[in-house]
């Protein structure tokens, strides 16, 4: 007995890979990713794989630059989310008010850095079915669409620093100069993308 063509694809569209993450200094993170035209059954793919990637690093968000492909493809996930939100070809349509938040990237492992972002985002792109959406933003939700567009746009956090102090190591055992901010910040906000 053997599988059809047909079924050993769906077969292999089933299964569903944790994919290498590109870290700095690697070039694809300083690429612009191109918009998808067809959302086609390897957009499914990379998308699940995306997922599944994010949550095996404990991240809330990634973007396909951190999977090495460049393609408009962001997925988040916040503590609080059941389902993983999926972005393609995501947009900032508006950035409201300015804030100081501590942030990490999965790409750039073992350091966080206070970052300068909005207070309130309003973003569209398309569902993974290619369906129209447009969200409302703030807090981490805000925090993760502009940390994961800006990943499309091959800009790192690091650019947004505060200023080039405020980058740190993380369990640093010196002690940033805003321990006092950090320790306001409860461990499920702190955002990692
Ligand atoms: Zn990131």
Redesign the pocket.
């Known amino acids: 007995m053997g599988l059809s063509a047909c079924d050993a694809q769906a077969e292999r569209w089933r299964k569903v890979s944790v994919l290498p993450m590109h870290i700095v200094p690697d070039s694809v993170l300083r690429e612009r990713a191109k918009r998808v035209s067809n959302i086609s059954p390897s957009i499914q793919k990379l998308i699940d794989d995306m997922i599944e990637t994010m949550r095996d690093s404990h991240g809330v968000g990634l973007?396909a630059n951190?999977v090495g492909v460049l393609q408009r493809v962001i997925v988040i996930q916040l503590p609080d989310d059941e389902e993983p939100r999926v972005f393609i070809n995501p947009e900032l349509i508006k950035q409201e008010g300015e804030r100081d938040v501590e942030e990490g990237?999965?790409?750039i492992p073992g350091y966080r850095g206070l970052v300068k972002r909005s207070v309130k985002v309003k973003a569209k792109g398309l569902d993974r079915k290619g369906k129209a959406v447009r969200v409302n933003a703030d807090e981490l939700l805000a925090q993760a669409l502009e940390?994961?567009i800006d990943?499309l746009n091959g800009t790192?956090?690091i650019d947004r620093l505060v200023d080039r102090t405020k980058l740190w190591k993380e369990e640093a055992e010196e002690a940033p100069q805003n321990q006092e901010e950090r320790e306001e910040t409860p461990v499920e906000a702190q955002y990692t993308?």
């Open positions: 973007a951190q990237c999965l790409s940390h994961e990943h790192l956090y993308g």
